[in-house]
T-cell receptor, first 116, second 115 residues
């Protein structure tokens, strides 16, 4: 069965520093996708980054990078040079591409606080 | 290009009332989804659709119904509202479900309270 675990309910980071948000997953599917979404206090869900299980390189999107360690089943989000506007809830999500089809499961989220 | 739009933004229902949450997208996406987000939790899939006329249940479909008569619209119907349906509801759409461009684009959400 699919499972996503985010073990950090909340994290603090100093402005301009890098921060890593942890995500571990479990699946028996040979092909899957991993996503990170940001949810600011305004409530909308914003797509940040995607990593396919067969992608050879770690995904990067601007200040966001995904540290994908397949053997350890982890997909940590790294935010470089944190900004005050990065304060938000962050969700890790996974979709099994072979058997899961349309079902994307989400972790419980990590709330990030960026300090000035 | 409005993306995914949802109406209303807020609604208070009495127990037993019914309502329809509207969702529309203008990106010509075949795949559309309804999620609910309970306080302090991640999202759970209620229903999804792979195209006009085709819908199926997600993780938590009880108490809800959907229809997909057009590519653009995917309304969610609540019949006989219960306090357990108090939640924030998100509609989403995606171009594909595999490979590139399979990320989901979300609407702004509808905050529903059932009293």
């Amino acid at each position: 069965a699919q499972k996503i675990t985010q073990t950090q309910p909340g994290m603090f980071v100093q402005e301009k520093e890098a921060v890593t948000l942890d995500c571990t997953y479990d699946t028996s599917d040979p092909s899957y996708g991993l996503f990170w979404y940001k949810q600011p206090s305004s409530g909308e869900m914003i797509f940040l980054i995607y990593q396919g299980s067969y992608d050879q390189q770690n995904a990067t999107e601007g200040r966001y990078s995904l540290n994908f360690q397949k053997a350890r089943k982890s997909a940590n989000l790294v935010i470089s040079a944190s900004q005050l506007g990065d304060s938000a809830m962050y969700f890790c999500a996974m979709r099994d591409l072979y058997t899961g089809g349309f079902k994307t499961i989400f972790g419980a989220g990590t709330r990030l606080f960026v300090k000035a | 290009n409005a993306g995914v739009t949802q109406t209303p933004k807020f609604r208070i229902l009495k127990i037993g009332q019914s309502m329809t949450l509207q969702c529309a997208q203008d990106m010509n996406h075949n795949y559309m989804y309804w999620y609910r987000q309970d306080p302090g939790m991640g999202l759970k899939l209620i229903y999804y659709s792979v195209g006009a006329g085709i819908t199926d249940k997600g993780e938590v479909p009880n108490g809800y119904n959907v229809s997909r008569s057009t590519t653009e619209d995917f309304p969610l119907r609540l019949e006989l509202a219960a306090p357990s349906q108090t939640s924030v509801y998100f509609c989403a759409s995606s171009y594909s479900i595999t490979g590139d461009n399979n990320e989901q684009f979300f609407g702004p959400g509808t905050r529903l309270t059932v009293l």
